[in-house]
Antibody
């Protein structure tokens, strides 16, 4: 059974860079046709897709965040990562990682809350 | 980019009620529409893919319909476990944007 688990700091200072990692277990991150993505949800708000990546390194970004976001993959560790720079209070959210298969997200990680505060 | 609009943003219903949620795409997405259910403090869960196909394990009281730009999620007889927020998402092209969500509350 494929499972994903996010990890990273729960608190980030304004202007700093957020780094999150998603470890994939129960399957290979190099599985053909499977993409991997990050989605976030601000408190009380809806879902916002951030970025996606294929094991080959091909990436896709939300244009509204593109200049601040980097997604990467490490096939040797069966994990992928997100970096979001110049963090502000507006970036406070629960960050989810998920498998993206035929452009639908399943399964999802449990999510990790990231708060931006000094 | 294809934008997704859901309505209503919230609704109140009783156990046993028939509930319908609508999702509209800003352009034709054929049947490339996904529905998720999210409960408080939990990650979204895939309910329906390709507009009308139930994910394994999803109760048959859930159904999806539609094609093109207009789609519907129906719960035929609302159960206590169904009180949650529902999101649609287009799976036609990148970026895979979500609708704003519909919160189903207890009347």
């Amino acid at each position: 059974q494929l499972q994903l688990q996010e990890s990273g700091p729960g608190l980030v200072k304004p202007s700093e860079t957020l780094s999150l990692t998603c470890v994939v277990s129960g399957g290979s991150i190099s599985s053909s046709g499977d993409y991997w993505g990050w989605i976030r949800q601000s408190p009380g708000k809806g879902l916002e897709w951030i970025a996606s990546i294929y094991y080959s390194g091909r990436t896709y970004y939300n244009s509204s965040l593109k200049r601040r976001v980097t997604i990467s993959v490490d096939t040797s560790k069966n994990q992928f990562s997100l970096r979001l720079s110049s963090m502000t209070a507006a970036d406070t959210a629960v960050y989810y990682c998920a498998r993206l298969k035929i452009l639908h997200f399943d399964p999802w990680g449990q999510g990790t809350l990231v708060t931006v505060s000094s | 980019d294809i934008q997704m609009t859901q309505s209503p943003s919230s609704l109140s219903a009783s156990v046993g009620d028939r509930v319908t949620i609508t999702c509209r795409a800003s352009q034709n997405i054929n049947n490339n529409l996904i529905w998720y259910q999210q409960k408080p403090g939990k990650a979204p869960k895939l309910l329906i893919y390709a507009a009308s196909n139930l994910q394994s394990g999803v109760p048959s009281r859930f159904s999806g319909s539609g094609s093109g730009t207009d789609f519907t999620l129906t719960i035929s007889s609302l159960q206590p476990d169904d009180f949650a927020t529902y999101y649609c998402q287009q799976s036609y092209s990148t970026p895979p944007f979500f609708g704003g969500g519909t919160k189903v509350e207890i009347k």
